[in-house]
């Protein structure tokens, strides 16, 4: 294999992989929080692929099965463990990902030969919260089937453009709640697998992005290796794990009753409340025009700011820094507002 570096060591024996490649020189600040939020986000999807996986194997994505089996699920107390583990993580991507997209704006990371990156972050951010979506369907309370009666409404306004795959209407022999399934677990890990390939290996070939003020002076002045980095993602990964897992045991995942069909009676979950309000303006076409506004809000910051500075007090970036603050206030604000509205009838 090409790409493994193959070294002899002084004895003359040979081996396939020698630690100092790992001693290469990264920027002090590579050590910081806000430049280990992409190496958690990576950690993050990882837990959720292997709690996933074990959760699977007691799943049932069938409409008549799929609640009573979460139930049990959550009465085994190791599988009711691995469910929280899951659930927390999955409530925690969100914040982890706006947060980085902040320290990004705020470093100018965005610019020059890392607008590539910018812009696959994008696609990883609607492709994570299209899982997510997928996930809290498949829990198949009462929340998951009307997300789920929702998505098919959608589905049936796009169906000359593929949108027939998400509706019931494609097959009879197929329940739509074992396409979301197979869409959650296969399809959209794989584009997730892929989409992380790219995005690593872009980081790879630019490097890791430093602080504005050491740009240019970071490799003089370096004292930490990549392999130093590895041991500090090691250590806030391993935080981040005892953390979700204390939530798991001390706020544990519970089951809610099936649901109850011909009725919209409850609130999507807090990461998909921002919908709630404005469904009342748009319909259930708020699903695609509020993500779109957002994906739009992120898309043209690299295009508004094209200046090499990187400082945020200064040019064009103040913009950027602007759009990407506003879009989680736009949230909390929606969330807020979605709290004090009664349950409505939008389908």
């Known amino acids: 294999m090409d790409s493994i570096e193959h070294v002899s060591d002084n004895n003359g024996s040979s081996k396939w992989f020698d630690i100092n490649v790992l001693r290469y020189a990264v920027p002090n600040s590579a050590n910081s929080f806000g430049y280990v939020l992409g190496s958690l986000l990576l950690f993050s999807f ?21 609640n009573q089996s979460v139930t049990e ?8 463990y691995i469910r ?13 990902i706006f947060l980085h997209i902040i320290r990004i704006t705020l470093t100018g990371s965005y610019k020059g030969k890392r607008q590539i990156n910018w812009f696959l972050g994008i696609i990883l951010l609607l492709t994570t919260f299209t899982l997510i979506f997928t996930g809290s369907v498949l829990k198949w309370d009462q929340a998951g089937f009307e997300a789920l009666a ?17 509706t019931s209407e494609l097959t009879v022999t197929a329940p739509l709640l074992s396409r979301i ?42 004292q930490i290796s990549f392999l130093d980095h590895i041991k500090a993602v090691t250590l806030y990964s391993i935080s981040f794990f005892v ?26 979950d807090w990461i998909f409340l921002p919908w709630y309000p404005l469904e009342n303006i748009w319909g259930v076409m708020a699903i695609v025009i509020f993500p779109s506004i957002i994906t739009f809000l992120l898309f043209i910051i690299p295009l508004i700011d094209r200046e090499e500075n990187r400082n ?5 970036q103040r913009i950027a820094v602007a759009i990407v603050l506003f879009i989680p206030l736009m949230i909390l604000v929606l969330n807020i507002l979605s709290g004090v509205l009664k349950p409505a009838q939008h389908l």
């Open 73 to 80: 699920i959550t009465n085994n107390v190791f599988m009711r």
């Open 312 to 316: 945020p007090r200064k040019g064009r």
């Open 84 to 96: 929280g583990v899951h659930i927390w993580t999955a409530e925690i991507i969100p914040v982890l």
């Open 46 to 66: 990882l837990v959720m692929g292997i709690t996933g996986a074990l959760l699977g194997l007691f799943y049932t994505p069938n409409p008549q099965l799929a």
């Open 243 to 268: 953390a979700i897992s204390v939530l798991s045991l001390f706020f544990p995942a519970v089951s809610r009753p099936a649901p109850i069909v011909g009725t919209e009676v409850s609130r999507p």
């Open 181 to 222: 399934y197979l869409f959650h677990v296969s399809i959209l890990p794989m584009v997730l697998i892929l989409l992380i390939g790219a995005h690593v290996t872009v980081i790879k070939l630019v490097g890791i992005s430093s602080l504005p003020k050491e740009e240019k002076i970071w490799r003089q002045e370096s």
């Open 150 to 166: 929702h998505f098919e409404e959608i589905g049936k306004i796009f169906a000359p453009l593929g949108g027939i795959l998400f």
